[in-house]
Structures are given as structure tokens and as C-alpha cells.
DNA sequence: ATGACTCGTTATGAAGGCGTCAAGATCGGT
DNA sequence: ACCGATCTTGACGCCTTCATAACGAGTCAT
């Protein structure tokens, strides 16, 4: 569930200074030194996030944003050495999401770069929804239902902990984790909670609840949720 | 179809110059000179836009932002004489969508400002008409008609409870959001008001009141439209 | 085999959430 | 000032959900 991030400057030096950063911050990078391999890139990976220099050496950066505009909604952060107020208008009104003057702190692109991720996560409402062969969640609508089409109704902390595990999909999560998010740090050794309502959650969802496939139990560790 | 802005500033001068500016520009401006009357103004007026200084003489910036967040979606501008890296990106991680430095130029205010607005406009809305088996919403003309083609009639409560609801049909809408949105954040825990006009809509719109098929209860979360 | 341990399952009293009704309070128009 | 519509507020009984305990099954080391 790593963001992917296009990068685009001609410049090697800084595109090789970010992508370092970026890497280290966990972010996916891929990077293009072209107005044209940039469109190539956009349209072939479909990134999350575009990092967009405007001085390249083919095509204007406006016309990028334009060509990108055209299909796709992928938030787009202007990088740009000129301070020209005109220059940041039209970017903006081309379609830019934001736009940081050369040279702009490390730490302030990252925010702002989270800033532009979630903002263009949420209303989309594209990766909330988790199906498998059995039932099919979706976590923005807090709605789990059925292979026959009817809703299943859920308590709200046998939701909770279906949201924790459903989130972090394949992981295991430690019942600590759980524990300490839905009851509380104090309550991080009832361990019994967990049983019970993994018990109702199964009772519920799984087609077989006594040989489950989906809410996988790690013995002494916690619980995973398997697709 | 214009454009609202709240605009929170303690300065009554600088206050009246962005008034003056964005009324020129077809904006229609409220403003605000404290956090809780900025807070106040957008649970009342749903403002398309918020443009919030951070040195306010009541609450911290950041915690109008969190406020605000809890139940709302709508872009949030910063400005702020603080050029403290920290400052920024404090407020973006908190969920600010930009962040301008005092003092700032007017277009480019006005870009962002347009940036902002393009992005969160679209995706929200769907078909204006909402059809049932026993009734239909129209939600631009902000009238329901019974299955009889008689007209029911609404109070404004039960109609922003009503209006909420099917705006994310499908969707679980928390009592907290609800509450925010219609009666303010102070009365977040009032969950007997939604009991008292969700018996009201059920009376006017259900079938059968007493067993509900469009608005579900969802105990201890919220309330769902199912179509 | 025994005991220690973890897990799954079920049952139950208590607490809190919910629907309903009805009586004041408030507001707006005549 | 009056009246109707709407909103607030409190009380009551029902129902859902939660915490908790008890018990059996499986696993592992001794």
C-alpha cells in the first residue's frame, strides 16, 4: 500500500536528491526528466502523486498538466525556480494542487505531499472497498455484505476490530494492538475480549465459522485477516 | 451558484481588505474574528471554503482545524504570519489543505483559493433525484413526493437530517456528524434529538415506522439511508 | 498421562442506547 | 397579542450490546 510518486525535473542532480528522500520516507519513485516520458509514466504507472518541475526541456510544464488533466485526477505538486507570480496562477488554474518555490524545505514538501495524498484518498472512495469470495467490506460505508446481496449487520466493536484487521490485510496484528485501540492500554491483557467477539465476527462472516478462512488466528500472537 | 468563504482572521483591517477583495471577486463572504465563532459559523453556514489565520486570541489554530475535521471535508486555507517551518507543517498534517505565509499576494491567493475549490467540487455529487419504491427525494428542489404523488411536507430539521443521510446513501453517517453538521459541535452528545426527528421522518416517509426499510438504525453508530 | 497454557464457544446480568410520547418553549406571521 | 408550526426537553419501557465467567478442546513440555 506504498504511494507511488512521479517525479519530474531535468535536472539529474535534484531529481536523484529527492528520490533519495523520498525512498527513505517510504514512498514508491519513479522518476522522468521529459515533459513526454513524464506523460509516458503517468499514463503507464498511474501514480498517486506527481512532483512536477515546470522548466523542462521539450514541452512547457503547463501543457504537461493540461495532457495529464485531460484523464486524470492525480494530485500535482509544481516545483519551480521561477518566483514569477504569473507563473504559479497558471499552474494553479492549469490544474495544479499546489506549487513550492525553488529552493522549498524537505520537510514542508513532505507535508504538503501528504496534504495532497489524503485529500485526493478520501472522496474518491476507491480502495475502501475489500472483497472476497464470501462477502465484500466497505470501510467508508461501514457496510459488510453478504454473497447473497444482504447486508450483515455489525456491533460497533465487532466492527472495530474488523476495520483494524481489514486496514492492515494480511498482516498480523498483535493482540496488544487491538486490545489497546478498541478498550484501551489498560485492558491490553483481557485477551478474552478477543475470543468472544473473533467468535461472533466468525459466526458471521465465515461460511464455515469452525474452520476459518478469512480471520486467521496466530496462537500467542494475534490475528491476521486473509483475502 | 456562488461561492461561500469563511474567512478567520482576529485583525478587523486585514479582516475587511480580504472581505472587499473576494466580494469583488463573487465570493460570498462571512467572517469570523475567534475560533469559537469560526467553529460556530461553519456548522451553521457549510461554507464551500475556509480561509483560517492561525493566531487567534481564543483557541489554537490547529485546534479549529482538528475541530473542524471531525466532521467536515471542507477545504481549509491557512494563513499565517509564521514562517516557522513547524507551524506549516503542523497545519497541513492536521488537515489544512494549504498553507500561505503572510504577507501573500492577492492572485495568488485567489488561484489557490480556485485550486482549492476545484477539487473538492465534483465528486460529490450524484443525480439530484432519489428514487423509491414508496417515495422520491429531490434534493435540488428540496422536495419529497409520496408514492401517491402527493407532496410530503418537511420541517428544515427533518429536512438537513433527511438531506444528509441520502446525500451518502448506503453509507453509515455517524450521530456525531450529524449532530455538527445540523446543531453546531457543541451539541455532539444530543443523540436524543436525532431519536426524536428520525421517529418524525419514519412517520412521514416509512411504510411501516415501526420497522423501518430506509432509515436504519445503526446502534451505538449512526444512521443509514438504504435505498 | 498430567498439568499449564491458549483458544473457541456459550450463557447471563448489567448498562446503556433506542423509540415513543407528550408537555413546555420558541419562533414567525397575522 | 394571538395562533400554529416547529423545536427542545424529559420520562418511560424495550431492546441491543457489552463485560465477564464458566467449560471443553487442542497443544506442548515434562
Redesign the interface.
Known amino acids: 500500500m506504498t504511494t507511488r510518486v512521479l517525479v519530474v525535473d531535468d535536472d539529474a542532480h535534484i531529481l536523484r536528491a529527492i528520490r533519495i528522500h523520498l525512498t527513505a520516507c517510504g514512498y514508491a519513485v519513479r522518476t522522468a526528466q521529459t515533459g513526454r516520458a513524464a506523460l509516458r509514466a503517468g499514463a503507464e504507472e498511474h501514480p498517486d502523486l506527481v512532483l512536477l518541475d515546470l522548466g523542462l526541456p521539450d514541452l512547457d510544464g503547463t501543457a504537461v498538466i493540461t495532457e495529464l488533466r485531460s484523464w486524470s485526477t492525480v494530485p500535482i505538486i509544481v516545483l519551480s525556480a521561477r518566483t514569477d ?1 504569473a507563473d ?2 497558471n499552474a ?2 492549469t ?4 506549487y513550492l518555490t525553488k529552493p522549498f ?1 524537505m ?2 514538501l ?3 505531499m ?2 495532497a495524498v ?3 484518498g ?3 472512495d476507491r480502495d475502501t472497498v475489500v472483497a472476497t469470495l464470501d462477502f465484500s467490506i ?1 470501510l ?4 459488510v455484505t453478504n454473497r447473497t446481496g444482504t ?1 450483515v ?1 455489525l ?2 466493536t465487532e ?1 472495530a476490530i474488523l476495520e483494524i484487521l481489514v486496514r492492515d490485510r494480511g498482516a498480523l496484528v498483535s493482540q496488544r494492538r487491538l486490545l489497546s485501540e478498541i478498550w484501551g492500554p489498560a485492558y491490553r491483557t483481557e485477551t478474552n475480549y478477543l475470543r468472544v467477539y473473533l467468535a461472533q465476527l466468525r459466526r458471521k462472516l465465515e461460511p464455515e465459522p469452525a474452520r476459518p478462512r478469512y480471520l486467521i488466528t496466530e496462537s500467542g500472537m494475534g490475528y491476521r485477516f486473509q483475502d
Chains 1, 2 share one sequence.
Open positions: 507570480g504559479k496562477i494553479l488554474d490544474g495544479a494542487d499546489d524545505s520537510p514542508e513532505l507535508a504538503r501528504r496534504a489524503r485529500r485526493s478520501s472522496p474518491t466497505d467508508a460505508a461501514k457496510k447486508q449487520h456491533t460497533p466492527w
